[in-house]
Each structure stands twice: as structure tokens, then as C-alpha cells.
């Protein structure tokens, strides 16, 4: 059984980092490519963030150079290193893998950036 767990997310203000952690478990880790979307109110759910298996990155445009993600593969774990924090930076954020056709998601950790 799949599962990601997200963490990290909080109350940050403007300028501030935050890192966020997904933690995958029923899968073999480092033979997948790991991503971070994020979903603002009342918007739709958006890439944020890729790492591939032999650690290709890409991000979406209003992440570069701020945003880095990365994976411990002996820990199983994807994260997502954020600084210079906007406002609109604030959504909630998921991890998430694709294996067999199917795309499996985290159950999201909020990231509010507010001063």
C-alpha cells in the first residue's frame, strides 16, 4: 500500500524558509521520480517541483531559485526546501508518485505565509 506523509508546513512570514518532508512508504523508493505540487485557495493543484530517479530537477517558474527539492533515498523521503517566502507562496502543499498508471498524493500539509 503507497502512502506519503507530508510535513513541515506551517506559519512562516514573508522572507522566511521552510522545509517540508514527505516520508513514502510502500513503495521502492529510489526507482521513482518524487514531485511537490501545491494548491492555492480557489485555484487548481500545480506543479511545483520534480526530482527524478537520477536526480533531474525541474521546477515551475515561480520557484527557481528559491525552491530546491531533493531525496534521501535511504530515508525514503522527498523534500522541499523553500526560502524567500512570498505571500503567494501560501497554498497547501502535496506530495506526490506515479507508479502502474496511477498518481498517489499525500493528504497535503498547509503553508501559510503571512506576517
Known amino acids: 500500500q503507497v502512502q506519503l506523509v507530508e510535513s513541515g508546513g506551517g506559519l512562516v512570514q514573508p522572507g522566511g524558509p521552510l522545509r517540508l518532508s514527505c516520508a513514502a512508504s510502500?513503495?521502492?523508493?529510489?526507482?521513482?521520480?518524487m514531485g511537490w505540487y501545491r494548491q492555492a485557495p480557489g485555484k487548481q493543484r500545480e506543479l511545483g517541483a520534480r526530482?527524478?530517479?537520477?536526480?533531474?530537477?525541474n521546477y515551475a517558474d515561480s520557484e527557481k531559485g528559491r525552491f530546491t527539492i531533493s531525496r534521501g533515498n535511504a530515508k525514503n523521503t522527498v523534500y522541499l526546501q523553500m526560502n524567500s517566502l512570498k505571500p503567494e507562496d501560501t497554498a497547501v502543499y502535496y506530495c506526490?508518485?506515479?507508479?502502474?498508471?496511477?498518481?498517489?498524493w499525500g493528504q497535503g500539509t498547509q503553508v501559510t505565509v503571512s506576517s
Open positions: 506526490t508518485v506515479a507508479l502502474g498508471g496511477e498518481d498517489y
Open positions: 510502500g513503495i521502492v523508493f529510489c526507482a521513482y521520480a
Open positions: 526530482i527524478t530517479i537520477s536526480g533531474r530537477l
